[in-house]
């Protein structure tokens, strides 16, 4: 088992900043991609920003050249940096990981964190 704990959500003002981090832990894995996911209520579960275990970053429309996604793979983290956020960027934000688990029969399994709720007000 892998968990994932998130943390650094809150209340900000339209065109503040915020930053979120999540910490993956467990035994014998390793992990391929992590990113971030949001939730607007109302509305499906949406991916915000992903990255692989190589660095390849990949962002939705809505996020470019505000948020950055950054990880260490030696600690199994994953961040993102949200710069002149916007009301429409209120929503639960949610970290996934792509974990191996690395005990015979390996397989993959993706994990989701418990969510932490971003508001943003105008």
């Known amino acids: 088992q892998v968990q994932l704990v998130e943390s650094g959500g809150g209340l900000v003002q339209e065109g503040g900043s915020l930053r979120l981090s999540c910490a993956a832990s467990?035994?014998?894995?390793?992990?391929?991609?992590m990113g971030w996911y949001r939730q607007a209520p109302g509305k499906q579960r949406e991916l915000v920003a992903a990255i692989t275990s190589g660095g390849s970053t990949n962002y939705a429309d809505s996020v470019k050249g505000r948020f950055t996604i950054s990880r260490d793979n030696a600690k199994n983290t994953v961040s993102l940096q949200m710069n002149s956020l916007k009301p429409e960027d209120t929503a639960v934000y949610y970290c996934n990981a792509e974990v191996l688990h690395l005990i015979v029969p390996r397989y993959e399994y993706d994990y989701w964190g418990q969510g932490t709720q971003v508001t943003v007000s105008s």
């Open positions: 467990g035994s014998a894995f390793s992990i391929n991609a």
